[in-house]
């Protein structure tokens, strides 16, 4: 496949990827919580988000007009969260907080009390029907705002999946865009291993669904997927994107092992200095 032509919001993106990166593996190790290999495979595919594609204004998380984005996969909220806290939807100081008692922000994702989150997530394979839910109250209002879903490999294993896929297809919800953080690895086990999806992108296609896959941490590509969307008139949009779990972190990618384990002390100095040189 060709490389991507340089997109001129790219480089910003990439350095906010990595600040999403630093922050959710802080917030993980400080809490001892898990899901930190999720949280920073879907790093580069939330920076761009957040940092370039979304209409959205923090000052006013509500405006009727505002793009919608749905973590479905809510169990990687860290790094959700940390998009939000720098792009001013609530303080930074509140990531301090984070799957603690008495704290803002829960292990999955909330949107009680949480500026900037749409809907409580991580019950897997609810995200995307919730979303074809707002794509299809959209299209009904003649809103322009889009509707973005980003799930896990996976939740692609749930049956309510598909029935939103199924639904979406057939009330021709171009407003609505699918990103699936192809990560290849899920709570026990590969994929391939657990329930294999392949042909991953011809089962979109065959629900009625405009399908591109993508390198999940190339921030051109990305940038320029997703400013392409709809990819064709009438269709929802799913975007394969092809990621590392534990992206960024020598030990950690392409490892079991991080889907559920917080980094100890050594293990967090470890990452945070690859990440800090970018490595």
């Not at 922050?23 to 949280?39: K, L, N, P, Q, T």
């Not at 042909?199 to 990305?222: C, L, N, Q, S």
């Not at 994107?241 to 100095?269: C, I, Q, S």
Request: hydrophobic share 40%; charged share 25%; net charge negative.
């Amino acid at each position: 496949m060709p490389a991507s032509a340089p997109h001129p919001d790219a480089a910003r993106c990439r350095e906010f990827a990595l600040h999403l990166r630093r922050s959710a593996i802080r917030m993980v190790h400080e809490a001892r919580s898990a899901h930190v290999g999720g949280s920073l495979s879907m790093a580069d595919l939330l920076a761009a988000l957040y940092g370039s594609v979304l209409k959205i204004d923090p000052k006013r998380p509500d405006a009727p007009e505002r793009d919608r984005f749905v973590l479905s996969k809510g169990h990687a909220c860290a790094a959700f969260y940390a998009a939000l806290a720098h792009r001013g939807f609530f303080p930074e100081s509140w990531l301090e907080t984070f799957y603690r008692d008495g704290g803002k922000l829960s292990g999955h994702a909330t949107h009680k009390g949480v500026p900037g989150v749409e809907i409580s997530t991580g019950s897997l394979g609810h995200g995307l029907s919730m979303s074809s839910g707002m794509a299809y109250a959209g299209k009904s209002d003649g809103a322009d705002h889009r509707v973005f879903a980003l799930l896990s490999d996976g939740e692609c294993d749930e049956g309510s999946t598909w029935e939103a896929a199924l639904f979406a297809g057939h009330h021709r919800l171009d407003n609505l865009i699918a990103i699936v953080d192809y990560n290849k690895i899920q709570s026990l086990g590969a994929t391939r291993e657990v329930l294999d999806l392949d042909p991953f992108a011809d089962k979109w296609t065959a629900f009625g669904w405009a399908v591109r896959e993508i390198d999940g941490h190339d921030m051109d590509e990305i940038l320029s997927t997703l400013y392409s969307a709809p990819f064709k008139p009438g269709k929802p949009s799913c975007v394969i994107a092809n990621t590392v779990k534990g992206k960024g972190v020598d030990f950690m990618e392409n490892k079991l092992l991080w889907h559920y384990r917080n980094p100890d002390a050594e293990e967090y100095a470890r990452a945070i200095d690859q990440l800090e040189v970018g490595a």
